[in-house]
């Protein structure tokens, strides 16, 4: 998978054909020969129209099986980022529906797309557009100095709440009457883009960012999300989990090789 994300930052940094959009590159190279059906209602994306901090911007996606098919991953693609394939959700056991929110950090103004697919193959695509203010945050400093950020690099802090407090209109009557609750992962992580400058030495960072977040229900493998540089410094990854969810286990790898581990029991509600 990541060496997929590196492809298509290469194939797309000559700049896509005239008169075509980054999506028309992208489709063909992420999901070749597979129709994408337009999810209508099956999709619904919170977004900003305009991002007030292009380096941490929190985008929802609220996922439904159509007609009652089962979903085992989800894509997110900010076709204009130099990795564009931002987010890829896999679940362990396909569900009929998912909660997914992040924080992530956008280059420019660019079109957002969700695929989901469901167990038969069938794929189905969702978009929205979203302005920022130009920072290129992509290439922007650091927020934090990259030396100190090391030293707490990988640390986790979980929380669980009931999912109809945080999720899209569209989620919460469902969320209410399952009692579906939302896992929220924070990552303590510089999310070294391989853009950005040292301040002091003006030489390039090493990439460095998280590239798997692998969680861990009760015991049970429950879903991995694969990273890539458009995850904000110091990410927070969401998920709707079961509301019964006594144990939350957290498995993060970077790209540097460094592995850490959180856990939490949670009491009911």
Known sequence: MRRLFLALALSLAAGPALAQTA???LRP????DHE????????AITSPYRTEDDARTPIGVHVEGPEGRLIDRVTVVLDENPMPVSAVVELARPLPALFLDLTLRFNGATALHVVAETTDGGLFVAETHVKTSGQGACAAPPGSDPVA???DL???RIEMAP???AAPPTARLAALTTRE??????????SHSGLQKDQVSLLFIPPRYVETVAVALDGQPYATITGSISLSEN???GLSAPGATRLVEVTMKDTSGTVTTASRQLPGY
């Open 29 to 32: 190279m992420l999901f070749p």
């Open 149 to 151: 950020a090391l030293a």
């Open 154 to 156: 990988g640390q986790m």
């Open 23 to 25: 999506w028309d590159e």
């Open 181 to 190: 609750g939302r896992i929220d992962i924070d990552i303590r992580h510089p």
């Open 163 to 165: 999912l109809a407090h």
């Open 36 to 43: 994408l059906i337009p999810a209508g209602p099956h999709i």
């Open 235 to 237: 990410p927070r990854i």
